[in-house]
């Protein structure tokens, strides 16, 4: 029996036959979105937020009265990889708008001689690597409906068919934000979104005269042009599927970065009452700070880097108080872990206890107890170090059990509800465990 489900398969990207140097292509990042800096004044928070973008296979919203640019920001940013060979898909969306504009006509001949309606995807944006759609919001609903799919699936489905994008990462602009069912779900879909302001202070003036005076001489183009498969190849770094090379987040980031959002939002909420910040978008922090440091040639996040949510989390721009109060969440969450030794010190006893006991849950007919050293998730600090081995061990053999496990959560004396809550996790993992060591079972879906 055959399948109803027709599947467009698009040429795919051949990074991985190739052996790239990860840093030669963020130089070439930085030195290309650098020219365009200097090019396009006053945008520099938009084109690192497109960096993220390309660098995390999201796509980026544009807001701004008419006139300032956005559509040249979009061309001279494209330019970049259209020199290599990419393929770019530009429309300007209008309410009459119909699914032929985006996504290629229908095959008459192949309609009238079978009955089946198929699309001519060449030169349409399921065949693009980037795409540009100025204007969003004027387009209907329909289309809208249709790109959301498109732009967090790759996909457009239609009746029987199912077409299959190429599609990295799109930017769109608009003149104006119109809030409904629809428009908040696609909205949604752009990872990154910012309010460009008109520039009115004299010296960005002075610069925007001084760049359009230069422009007018200079008609080259790149002179160091970025491929599709260099931004995938980073892209498959920043998104974890890349084994030969990994950016590292240590516990103590992942944790501090779950305590500020989460102090934002109630901060929000006080101010605001219906603040809202999607799942989708929480979940694709990880990668933004990926993306961050990677940019900056790093293979490990920093703390420094959690500040800089704000360019996911936020729409920059709109609402100054919002990014200031993330930045002052951010900031007071870090200032108090580094004045409160103790809070620091807790909080990586208990990372280092829920290792321990996902080493153990993974591996139920291991022994009940584990060297810590040679598993390497002591922290690095000297003196935690041994302060942790007096709680867990021995000095000189840091030997885990259960039961040491059970004692260390029964004497810890959480600073903050923020501890309290991740021992409560701890207590409660560690539970399951030793049900699970008791009745000798595995680790299945449903024991865990």
Not at 46 to 74: D, E, N
Not at 183 to 188: C, G, K, M, R, W
Not at 224 to 231: G, L, Y
Not at 323 to 339: G, I, N, Q
Request: charged share 30%; hydrophobic share 40%; proline share 3%.
């Amino acid at each position: 029996m055959t399948s109803n489900v027709r599947r467009i398969h698009t040429p795919a990207t051949q990074y991985y036959f190739t052996c790239y140097d990860y840093q030669a292509i963020v130089d070439k990042i930085q030195h290309e979105f650098g020219r365009v800096c200097e090019k396009v004044i006053g945008r520099e928070v938009a084109i690192l937020q497109f960096a993220c973008a390309l660098l995390t296979r999201q796509h980026l919203l544009l807001l701004g009265r008419t006139g300032i640019a956005k559509s040249m920001l979009a061309n001279e940013l494209f330019e970049i990889f259209k020199a290599s060979g990419a393929k770019t898909f530009t429309i300007k969306a209008s309410a009459e708008d119909t699914k032929d504009n985006y996504f290629g006509p229908i095959d008459i001949p192949r309609y009238r001689d079978e009955g089946v309606k198929i699309r001519r995807t060449r030169s349409s944006i399921l065949e693009a690597d980037f795409a540009f759609i100025d204007e969003l919001f004027d387009t209907n609903e329909q289309i809208l409906r249709d790109l959301m799919l498109l732009l967090s699936d790759r996909m457009l489905f239609e009746g029987s068919e199912r077409y299959h994008a190429r599609l990295h990462s799109c930017m769109a602009a608009s003149n104006y934000l119109r809030l409904n069912e629809v428009t908040e779900a696609v909205v949604d879909r752009f990872a990154y979104r910012a309010v460009i302001a008109s520039e009115t202070d004299t010296f960005t003036q002075f610069r925007i005269d001084r760049s359009f005076l230069k422009r007018a001489g200079d008609h080259g183009g790149p002179s160091q042009p970025i491929s599709r498969d260099e931004i995938d190849y980073l892209a498959h770094i920043v998104c974890g599927q890349e084994g030969g090379l990994e950016i590292e987040i240590s516990d103590e980031v992942l944790y501090l970065k779950n305590i500020i959002l989460r102090y934002f939002i109630d901060r929000m909420k006080k101010a605001k009452g219906g603040y809202y910040i999607s799942p989708r978008r929480q979940a694709g922090v990880i990668n933004h700070l990926r993306a961050l440091a990677l940019l900056e040639g790093r293979t490990r996040v920093a703390e420094s880097d959690l500040p800089r949510m704000s360019l996911m989390l936020c729409m920059v721009g709109a609402d100054d108080d919002e990014v200031d109060v993330f930045h002052k969440t951010a900031e007071e969450t870090l200032r108090y872990m580094h004045s409160d030794e103790n809070f620091r010190k807790q909080l990586v006893l208990l990372t280092t206890v829920l290792n321990v006991i996902e080493i153990l849950h993974n591996n139920p007919k291991r022994a009940e107890s584990l060297d810590l050293n040679v598993l390497g998730i002591l922290p690095p600090q000297k003196k935690w170090a041994e302060d942790l081995a007096d709680k867990l061990g021995r000095k000189d053999h840091v030997e885990v059990t259960l039961e040491k496990l059970r004692t260390v959560l029964a004497e810890l004396k959480p600073v903050n509800l923020y501890i309290q809550e991740l021992a409560e996790g701890c207590h409660k993992q560690l539970k399951e465990l030793a049900a699970m060591h008791a009745s000798g079972g595995e680790p299945t879906l449903w024991k865990r």
